[in-house]
């Protein structure tokens, strides 16, 4: 299992809002920061959200990322079809001294 | 302009060792504080953390893999080669190669490579 929890799944109507949460510990998500991937169907992850709450050139504000005590939380406004993807959060981990991923969350637009 | 591209075997038999190639441009990995890391995913699963190569040639390796991967780095060839030894069907996977911002988050991913063990 992943040293990060996030759920299964989550779903909404298009347009309407999903919160997809990822919960650590003080060795990971704790003292580090919280990067999110977004992988659409048969594609490479992409990076969605870095350095907790910070969104790379291109990526609308539709997506958001907060950072509380040893969780971090994704949220997808205005959801949209093309939104249909896995979602991954990552962060390091001094405990293990390497890298480590949630186990992803399925977003579906119904 | 980054790119990566994984490249490789697609079917091994089991016990024998997987040799895995990121050949990358737009960066240079003699870089401060820039890294190659290894990311699998196993068909319907998660993504699974496995190694990471620095500018300074510091590696990192997933504990649980740690004594079965090896990653090395070739500078003036830009690439990366990740070998990992005793193959079993369970590590049938995409290997995906990502590069690692300075002290950070992994910003570009290669399209990654399938991997199937069978005999």
């Known amino acids: 299992h992943s040293v990060l929890t996030q759920p299964p799944s989550v779903s909404a109507a298009p347009g309407q809002k999903v919160t997809i949460s990822c919960s650590g510990g003080?060795?990971?998500?704790?003292?580090?920061?919280v990067s999110w991937y977004q992988q659409l169907p048969g594609t490479a992850p992409k990076l969605l959200i870095f350095?907790?709450?910070k969104r790379p050139s291109g990526i609308p504000d539709r997506f958001s990322g907060s950072k509380s005590g040893t969780s971090a939380t994704l949220d997808i406004t205005g959801l949209q079809t093309g939104d249909e993807a896995d979602y991954y959060c990552?962060?390091?981990?001094?405990?293990?001294?390497?890298?480590?991923f949630g186990g992803g969350t399925k977003v579906t637009v119904l | 302009h980054i790119t990566l591209k994984e490249s490789g075997p697609t079917l091994v038999k089991p016990t024998q060792t997987l040799t895995l190639t990121c050949t990358f441009s737009?960066?240079?990995?003699?870089?401060?504080?820039?890294?190659v890391g290894w990311i699998r995913q196993s068909p319907g699963k998660a993504l699974e953390w496995l190694a990471l190569?620095?500018?300074?040639?510091?590696?990192v390796y997933s504990p649980s893999l740690k004594s079965r991967l090896t990653i090395t780095k070739d500078t003036s060839k830009k690439q990366v080669v990740l070998t990992m030894t005793k193959m079993d069907p369970v590590d049938t996977a995409t290997y995906y190669c990502?590069?690692?911002?300075?002290?950070?988050?992994?910003?570009?991913w290669g399209q990654g490579a399938l991997v199937t063990v069978s005999s």
């Open positions: 737009g960066f240079s990995l003699s870089s401060s504080g820039v890294g």
């Open positions: 990552g962060t390091w981990d001094a405990s293990l001294s390497g890298g480590v």
């Open positions: 990502a590069h690692k911002v300075p002290w950070g988050y992994f910003d570009y």
């Open positions: 190569i620095f500018w300074d040639d510091d590696k």
């Open positions: 350095d907790n709450d």
């Open positions: 003080s060795s990971n998500i704790g003292n580090n920061y």
